[in-house]
């Protein structure tokens, strides 16, 4: 059978017809927009993400957040006041690695809009006045240097002075090597502010959020009256890195911690504040003791008199003094032998192997 022949239909071209091309799925978002959770790997709207304090809706993960969020988080809106905005940190080393240190401080300040890692400040909590001091990871991994040292003991030493409350937020990977030795010594600084405030019965409240490593694991950040911590934040001296490959153990996680009673409390983000208002209800500062005037001393010191002090003291260290010699007398007698008994001479002396005179016949 022949083929039949083809017509062409009329209105119809030899234009090949174009089919829509389908592109492959993006792996990569804006980042304005959206953000991958670490734990489940969802990607989240990041406005949605806010109204949630930044928690994963569907694992529980805390992102970090700022130290402006975290403030916002504590505080009673609006009563944040900051102290010591102006504190740089210098480069006392002229430290430099792939980039100067002043280079890395200046890259963060723009990204942070921060001067330093922390911020410290005075506010309300529930009505309440604290001392409050913030850190913030984004600045060069919230190490601690000299400023932030300064700023810790200085909210600890206004919490002294008023005798209010100091809360203490910690996100740090530790000392900041760029400034040596001087960022070791912030640790003894802190410390030592920190054991005023509890001598005086002041209250400290410490939050540890994701990560509070190294230096500062190792002085204030747990050195509270009340230790909390968030779900699953790293928590210890060393890194997670270092702990792998030396014990290959999981032992640097909040609930791990709380369980072996390191901490107090693991509060999930949206109670936190809740929970430091109940704590705060507590926590109350002791009243200062009152101390006695006696007249004719000095307000409020002691009754010191320096002379019967040393005195005293000499008497107990010193030992007894022995009495004086004697000069040996003229027999050549010490002072412990009975002197000889010496003759008399007013008569003539007279031996003693002689014998005896004659008397002479009376007349």
């Known amino acids: 059978m022949p083929p039949v022949p083809r017509t062409r239909l009329e209105g119809w071209s030899d234009v090949p017809i174009k089919l829509p091309s389908f592109r492959p799925r993006r792996d990569a978002y804006p980042p304005d927009l959206w953000t991958k959770c670490p734990s489940c790997g969802e990607m989240l709207f990041n406005k949605q993400l806010d109204k949630v304090l930044r928690v994963c809706p569907s694992c529980g993960h805390h992102f970090r957040l700022s130290a402006a969020a975290r403030l916002d988080l504590v505080l009673d809106h609006g009563s944040f006041a900051e102290r010591d905005g102006g504190l740089e940190s210098e480069d006392p080393l002229g430290f430099v690695d792939q980039k100067g240190y002043p280079d890395r401080i200046a890259a963060a300040q723009l990204a942070t809009g921060m001067r330093d890692a922390a911020v410290w400040g005075t506010g309300l909590v529930d009505g309440r006045p604290v001392a409050i001091c913030v850190m913030d990871f984004g600045f060069m991994g919230g190490s601690m240097g000299a400023v932030v040292g300064e700023k810790v003991t200085r909210a600890t030493e206004h919490a002294l002075a008023?005798?209010?409350?100091?809360?203490?937020?910690?996100?740090?990977?530790?000392?900041?090597?760029?400034?040596?030795?001087?960022?070791?010594m912030q640790l003894a600084k802190t410390v030592s502010a920190l054991e005023r405030l509890r001598a005086a019965g002041v209250p400290f409240v410490s939050i540890l959020t994701d990560p509070t490593t190294g230096g500062v694991f190792a002085s204030y950040a747990v050195l509270g009256d009340v230790n909390i911590a968030e779900p699953n934040a790293l928590i210890g001296f060393a890194g997670a890195r270092v702990s792998a490959g030396t014990i290959a153990q999981e032992l640097q996680r909040s609930e791990f911690l709380y369980e072996h009673g390191f901490l107090d409390l693991v509060v999930h983000r949206s109670a936190l504040r809740g929970e430091v208002v109940g704590l705060l209800r507590y926590l109350v500062a002791r009243p200062q003791p009152v101390v006695e005037v006696i007249e004719g001393e000095p307000l409020a010191l002691p009754n010191f008199r320096p002379f019967s002090f040393l005195t005293n003291l000499a008497e107990r260290v010193l030992p007894p003094e022995?009495?004086?010699?004697?000069?040996?007398?003229?027999?050549?007698?010490?002072p412990g032998t009975p002197p000889t008994p010496t003759p008399s001479t007013s008569g003539p002396r007279e031996s003693s192997t002689s014998p005896p005179a004659e008397e002479a016949p009376r007349g």
């Open 162 to 184: 008023e005798r209010i409350p100091l809360i203490v937020v910690s996100a740090s990977g530790g000392a900041r090597m760029q400034e040596g030795t001087l960022s070791l």
């Open 322 to 334: 022995s009495a004086p010699a004697a000069p040996p007398n003229g027999n050549g007698a010490g």
